[in-house]
């Protein structure tokens, strides 16, 4: 079970095909839009009600950009996805009614262990950012700035007393319309940690190395990559690449901009003051420009992409930092909202970007000046590759199958 962007479901294709390969009937239970990422990867689809990118689009998503602090755009996007969790109830309920194991993803877990626990499920968290506070790092919702040793982990227990706030109602609509009585989120939450309710992590310790503070049943598996079907980049995409030297890709994803004109205009700036080619993928942010030097593109895998740019400018969500380190190029990292600005900054710790350029400070200058760094230091595209190298030899999904018969075992 997983809600909200793109980035928060593709790597759960990847993982649930490698469990079907294992043996296991798996179902992946999420919002409409997104079942055709499954295709052909042996993993069934279930939706939910709710389009992400209609809610990030309409007025209140917008307010995220007025938002200049993590608090602030924390407890914005707690409104927003509070107002939307009552409606996925009935269907995370019936999915878990007809499974032998609830897989919960972190932006849902405490429904979805309220509903495991109703229905008498063994359950598991799959969590794609570490949402466990610790003493290492701020929570990666509040930003990059530490809090201190004590600060951090209060920081921590108060965005997850934030999360259990957004399914305090939907925590209702189980006991009155489905006859499940869980414990109250917060006393659930207790509950979990003090039983070691086990949770894995799917990114690699080489970016965010396990905190030694965590609890027993914390671990990290290394990365889910997305299921990608075996196929070709677009012709006029694959005209493009091979008709000039390697471009920079730039992308925001799933974020937003409240003004992609105008952001569009300052990256082709940018690229040619860098003397560099772009491939813009229009994303939900809408970005679009085709010169001569320029392609727009739609939706194509970033695995197939990635490895042809010279340099990858994007919404450092947590999908696509780990997409870009696999492709062992330099990076440029344009964060949005979020956890963002948490892989931002562990990219430029690992040195494969020479620095981040959040969308509020993007202008021609500031990214055309990092471009120029990241494409012309040859230590930002030799870390890459080294950890690339590393990352390839990590397999994500065996520890989290070994997990699952571990659950199941009688």
């Not at 598996?221 to 000039?244: A, K």
């Not at 471009?247 to 560099?276: C, E, H, K, N, Q």
């Not at 344009?334 to 620095?355: I, M």
Request: one cysteine or more.
């Amino acid at each position: 079970m997983t809600a909200g962007s793109r980035g928060d479901v593709a790597p759960y294709t990847g993982l649930g095909a490698g469990l079907a390969r294992a043996g296991h009937d798996v179902t992946l239970v999420s919002h409409g839009v997104f079942e055709p990422l499954v295709a052909g990867s042996g993993v069934r689809f279930q939706t939910v009600p709710g389009d992400p990118r209609a809610e990030l689009h309409s007025t209140r998503g917008r307010g995220l950009h007025r938002s200049r602090s993590g608090a602030a755009k924390l407890l914005r996007a707690v409104a927003l996805a509070r107002r939307v969790a009552p409606d996925m109830t009935h269907q995370l309920v019936h999915a878990a009614r007809d499974a032998d194991v609830v897989l919960a993803g972190g932006t849902v877990a405490p429904l979805a262990y309220a509903i495991a626990q109703g229905l008498g499920r063994p359950s598991m968290g799959l969590f794609l950012q570490p949402l466990h506070g610790t003493r290492h790092f701020p929570p990666p919702m509040l930003g990059t700035r530490s809090l201190g040793p004590l600060g951090n982990r209060i920081g921590g227990h108060a965005v997850a007393a934030a999360v259990d706030h957004v399914f305090t109602r939907a925590a209702r609509t189980l006991a009155a319309e489905h006859g499940l009585r869980p414990s109250r989120l917060p006393a659930a939450r207790r509950a979990r940690e003090r039983q070691g309710w086990p949770v894995w992590h799917g990114f690699s310790e080489l970016v965010v190395p396990r905190p030694r503070d965590w609890r027993p049943g914390l671990e990290v598996s290394g990365y889910w990559w997305p299921h990608d079907p075996i196929g070709r980049l677009p012709p006029e995409l694959e005209d493009f690449l091979r008709s000039g030297p390697a471009p920079v890709y730039v992308g925001l994803g799933s974020a937003t901009t409240p003004d992609p004109r105008r952001v569009s205009a300052d990256i082709v700036t940018a690229l040619r003051a860098a003397g560099l080619r772009g491939v813009i993928q229009h994303g939900w942010a809408g970005l679009s420009a085709t010169q001569d030097d320029v392609i727009t593109i739609d939706d194509v895998p970033h695995a197939l992409l990635f490895p042809r740019m010279a340099a990858v400018v994007h919404h450092a969500g947590a999908g696509t930092t780990g997409t870009a380190l696999r492709a062992g190029v330099p990076c440029v990292p344009v964060p949005v909202q979020f956890d963002a600005h948490f892989w931002a900054s562990r990219l430029v710790e690992l040195g494969t970007a020479p620095g981040v350029v959040p969308l509020r400070h993007l202008n021609p200058a500031t990214l055309g000046s990092a471009l120029r760094r990241a494409v012309t230091d040859p230590s930002y595209r030799d870390r890459a590759r080294h950890i690339a190298r590393r990352l390839a030899a990590e397999d994500g999904i065996a520890p989290v199958a070994a997990a699952l018969e571990l659950l199941v075992r009688p």
